[in-house]
């Protein structure tokens, strides 16, 4: 591989993780809770994608997951930000944690569709029910592998 090939291909794996991020907020997904604090960024401006990024980055880093026993909002599904971190982290859960994160993710779609969901759009209820119902299912196998429920 010549190097300019291989400067670019480890370039974009070392933007993968951003470019992950970038997609995501950019689906129009609105604000969300961050680690407890109400975040109100609800567009797809570039500070708001930087903001979500972030977020993500640091529940990703977290290596107490205290964010996995923090309360979620409607906001928080709608961004998809903690659905991301439970996809990204399934591995490195306990069982218990496997198990609070699949109990939110079947939670999601009531909550997102409930009274406290004012102001969040239709299309932003529908990709946060979507990514609720896909994080359920890869904690549950993972749940099946490794704790043998």
């Not at 809770?33 to 109100?40: A, E, P």
């Not at 069982?95 to 409930?114: H, N």
């Not at 009274?115 to 979507?130: H, L, N, T, W």
């Amino acid at each position: 591989m010549s190097d300019c090939r291989r400067s670019r291909a480890v370039g974009c794996v070392a933007l993968a993780p951003i470019l992950l991020c970038a997609l995501a907020a950019c689906s129009g997904f609105g604000s969300w809770t961050q680690l407890g604090g109400k975040q109100s960024c609800n567009d797809d401006s570039a500070a708001c994608i930087a903001e979500r990024g972030a977020l993500l980055r640091t529940m990703l880093g977290d290596k107490t997951r205290s964010w996995v026993r923090e309360p979620a909002s409607a906001e928080s599904y709608a961004s998809g930000v903690r659905m991301f971190a439970f996809k990204g982290r399934k591995r490195e859960l306990t069982c218990e944690e496997l198990a609070i994160g699949r109990k939110e993710a079947d939670a999601a779609p009531a909550v997102l569709r409930g009274e406290g969901a004012k102001g969040i759009s239709p299309a932003q209820v529908s990709r946060g029910v979507m990514l609720a119902a896909e994080v359920s299912r890869e904690l549950q196998n993972e749940i099946k592998r490794r704790c043998g429920a």
